[in-house]
């Protein structure tokens, strides 16, 4: 007895050690986000005021320059009349010099010689015009060059420099949740900061890992959830986002970084329908004018064919053109637009068991984006021992087009198994969103995302 209640205190200690060596890691991580973060904080701070200091300077220096070539130019464009004038006046004085130097040697010179001196002095006296002086401007009608500076901007400069930038402990928004597709992440997030007023979010992601490479844009809009596509089954994913506040240009900091992953292989559309081709992802069916046949086959051999029928040769839509979901398979079937089927037409319109809704969706266009929500809201039979036995349920649907929605329940005549028993722990089984797979193959999604090729 004391040896057996040994052994349980050493495993308790064993697994207590454990644990607190766990919380050790945790707390040293916790201390590096925090050093690691404060370091980053600091050097972003040093280098914007930094270049902010190097932009201000050589801004006033730039300006200096400009504000004393002005001064240059009112000084060399005022002083060139004056000197003009200072010139003129030499002149006139040079020559009133000579002049009285030839007339004070007319007057010594000799009788014999006087009269003619005399003579040529008088005549070059009235050529000179002593009587007309040049005119000098007045100080009040010259420049006076003057700078104006106004001591306002220091103020302004303080008021502004005092309110930049911000420190914050946290990030305004974090990632609330990364939810796994088939070949997808839904990623969730909200605020934490709630004086924070968000305009718009920013969501980017990257792979983990030596060859993560850089963040790229995921999204950037109002909501607070987005559906990252095209990720790789069993691969890390960093995701992160940010917000950018009502009236704002710059994005806050951004969230701490999550990992997410999806285990589910992406949904493709099947190969080898007649009159189609698939993108190199076989995510996106494209119509082929290559084929003659008006149609291709309805009767899915995987889930997620292609139902969206268009003719290649004359590029008109068929009335019967639909993108939906079925619950069987039925061979040859023209539409979708029958019973045991819910579908949405290229116009719009929204069949349920082929009978159409009076609510309308918009027009099925190039690009357009269809979506189907469902999740079952009442099961019967619910024995395990009938589960193969049929029996009919209700699903909730929720088919989604442009920015617009229809909801409905659907009753569905169909043995329970259709529904998945393998359902992702993070989704309640039964539960369907647009390509989360909750739902296998006896529910053949037609379409979700789709280009028609406009033919």
């Known amino acids: 007895m004391l040896l057996q209640e040994a052994k349980e205190s050493i ?42 200091q190097a932009a201000a300077g050589r801004l006033l220096t730039e300006r200096l ?24 006046i030499e002149h006139g004085v040079s020559q009133a010099n000579e002049l009285l130097k030839e007339g004070e040697a007319a007057l010594r010179c000799g009788l014999g010689e006087k009269e003619d001196k005399l003579g040529s002095f008088t005549k070059k006296a009235m050529h000179i015009h002593l009587d007309s002086l040049p005119e000098v401007p007045a100080l009040v009608d010259v420049p006076c060059v003057s700078a104006q500076l106004d001591d306002s901007l220091l ?15 946290h990030p305004p928004v974090q990632i609330d949740e990364l939810q796994e597709r088939p070949g997808s992440v839904l990623a969730r997030w909200c605020k934490v900061d709630e004086d924070f007023a968000a305009a718009d979010y920013r969501l980017q992601y990257r792979r983990s890992g030596s060859g ?33 506040g009502e009236g704002r240009t710059e994005w806050s900091p951004w969230s701490i970084p999550q990992t997410g992953y999806t285990t589910l292989a992406p949904h493709e559309w099947c190969p080898g329908t007649e009159g189609y081709i698939l993108s190199s992802r076989k995510n996106i069916v494209l119509r082929s004018d290559s084929s003659q046949a008006r149609y291709p086959s309805s009767t899915p051999t995987l889930p997620h064919t292609s139902a969206a029928r268009r003719s290649p040769s004359t590029g008109q839509v068929d009335r019967r053109d639909s993108v939906g979901v079925c619950v069987d398979s039925r061979k040859g079937a023209e539409s979708l637009q029958r019973d045991q089927a819910v579908c949405i037409s290229t116009n719009g319109a929204v069949f349920v068991n082929g009978k159409e809704m ?8 190039v690009g ?54 393998d359902a992702p722990s993070s989704t309640p089984a039964g539960k369907c ?5 909750s739902l296998e193959t006896h529910f053949h999604l037609f379409s979700m995302f789709f280009i028609f090729t406009g033919r």
């Open 358 to 365: 009076t609510n309308q969706l918009p027009a099925v266009t």
């Open 368 to 421: 357009s984006a269809v979506t189907f929500d469902m999740e079952v809201v009442n099961l019967f039979p619910v024995s395990n021992n009938n589960l193969s036995e049929g029996g009919n349920f209700k699903l909730r649907v929720t088919i989604g087009s442009g920015n617009r929605e229809v909801v409905f329940d659907w009753l569905v005549d169909q043995a329970v198994d259709c529904l998945s028993s």
């Open 11 to 52: 495993e308790a200690a064993q697994n207590y050690r454990s644990e607190l060596q766990q919380r050790l890691n945790g707390l040293n991580q916790a201390r590096k986000q925090v050093r690691g973060s404060s370091g980053q904080a600091r050097e972003a701070l040093r280098r914007h005021f930094t270049e902010l």
């Open 155 to 169: 103020g302004v400069l303080r008021d502004r420099v005092s309110r930049l930038g911000s420190v914050s402990a």
């Open 65 to 88: 320059a400009t504000l004393l070539a002005e001064v240059d130019a009112i000084e060399a464009d005022s002083v060139k009349p004056l000197d003009d004038c200072q010139s003129l």
């Open 212 to 244: 993560g490479g850089q963040f790229e844009d995921a999204y950037i809009g109002r909501d607070c959830e987005f559906l990252v596509l095209h990720l790789d089954p069993h691969t890390d994913y960093q995701f992160r986002v940010c917000a950018r």
């Open 433 to 437: 969103s647009c390509f989360n797979g």
